[in-house]
């Protein structure tokens, strides 16, 4: 195939991000591939290193950062960097296409980079209160966490009209089914 082309999603933590990825990776006929990102932050027990994240030191990833080998980086929360490896964009995108799980400014930064060859698509919970529900249900963040993440998803909400789509993952089946058909319409462009 020629180079391939780049899906790019994004969503408040808690909003069903991981969920619908998992759901188009299994979509084998959009021959996707998810992109996996290098962090700082602390691998959680159902993760797993070079499957969910390339889990780094802060030195590792400040290396990196002075060799220039990240498209995009961000710090997300507080002394926790997230980024886009170039290495790995380039394994991916000679064969495949490729799903990116990443924050608002790191979807326009990808948006950027890869211009038409991109679909930007912002995940949106049903509303604040269903999130932090399902946020407290999912078990993974400390309170102080929560409150951090409830903070940044007001803040990534407004900022969805940067975005190709916007779906809002209430009813999950209806999610997905959404998700699909903006997909596929796309890759068939
Ligand atoms: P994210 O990757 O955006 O943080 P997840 O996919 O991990 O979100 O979903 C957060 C939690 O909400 C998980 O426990 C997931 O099973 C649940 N969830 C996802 N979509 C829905 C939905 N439409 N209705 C109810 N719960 C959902
Ligand atoms: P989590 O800690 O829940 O895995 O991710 C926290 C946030 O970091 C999410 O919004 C996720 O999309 C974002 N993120 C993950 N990888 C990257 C990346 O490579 N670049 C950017 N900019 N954000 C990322």
Same mark, same amino acid.
């Given at each position: 195939?020629?180079?391939?082309?780049?899906?790019?999603?994004?969503? /408040?933590?808690?909003?069903?991000?991981?969920?619908? @990825?998992?759901?188009?990776?299994?979509?084998? &006929?959009?021959?996707?591939? %998810?992109?996996?990102?290098?962090? #700082? =932050?602390?691998?959680?027990?159902?993760?797993? +290193?070079?499957?969910?994240?390339?889990?780094?030191?802060?030195?590792?990833?400040?290396?990196?950062?002075?060799?220039?080998?990240?498209?995009?980086?961000?710090?997300?929360?507080?002394?926790?960097? *997230?980024?886009?490896?170039?290495?790995?964009?380039?394994?991916?995108?000679?064969?495949?296409?490729?799903?990116?799980?990443?924050?608002?400014?790191?979807?326009?930064?990808?948006?950027? *980079? %890869?211009?038409?060859?991109?679909? @930007?698509?912002? &995940? !949106? /919970? /049903?509303?604040?209160?269903?999130?932090?529900?399902?946020?407290?249900?999912?078990?993974?963040?400390?309170? +102080?966490?929560?409150?951090? =993440?409830?903070?940044?998803?007001?803040?990534?909400?407004?900022?969805?009209?940067? %975005?190709? *789509?916007?779906? #809002?993952? +209430?009813?999950?089946?209806?999610?997905?089914?959404?998700?699909?058909? &903006?997909?596929?319409?796309?890759? !068939?462009?």
């Amino acid at each position: 195939m020629k180079s391939g082309k780049v899906i790019v999603l994004c969503a /408040p933590s808690g909003s069903g991000k991981t969920t619908l @990825t998992k759901h188009l990776l299994d979509q084998k &006929i959009f021959n996707l591939q %998810f992109s996996i990102s290098a962090t #700082t =932050r602390q691998k959680r027990e159902n993760e797993n +290193d070079k499957i969910d994240y390339h889990f780094l030191s802060l030195d590792e990833f400040k290396v990196k950062i002075d060799n220039n080998e990240f498209i995009e980086l961000e710090k997300v929360y507080e002394d926790v960097y *997230y980024g886009t490896l170039k290495s790995e964009v380039d394994k991916l995108i000679k064969n495949h296409n490729i799903i990116f799980d990443v924050d608002v400014i790191g979807a326009v930064s990808l948006k950027k *980079y %890869f211009l038409d060859k991109a679909l @930007t698509i912002f &995940i !949106n /919970p /049903p509303s604040i209160e269903e999130l932090e529900k399902r946020l407290i249900e999912r078990g993974l963040n400390s309170k +102080d966490d929560l409150k951090e =993440r409830i903070k940044k998803a007001k803040k990534e909400i407004e900022m969805k009209s940067s %975005f190709d *789509y916007s779906i #809002t993952n +209430d009813d999950l089946d209806m999610a997905k089914s959404e998700i699909i058909e &903006i997909v596929k319409d796309f890759l !068939n462009k």
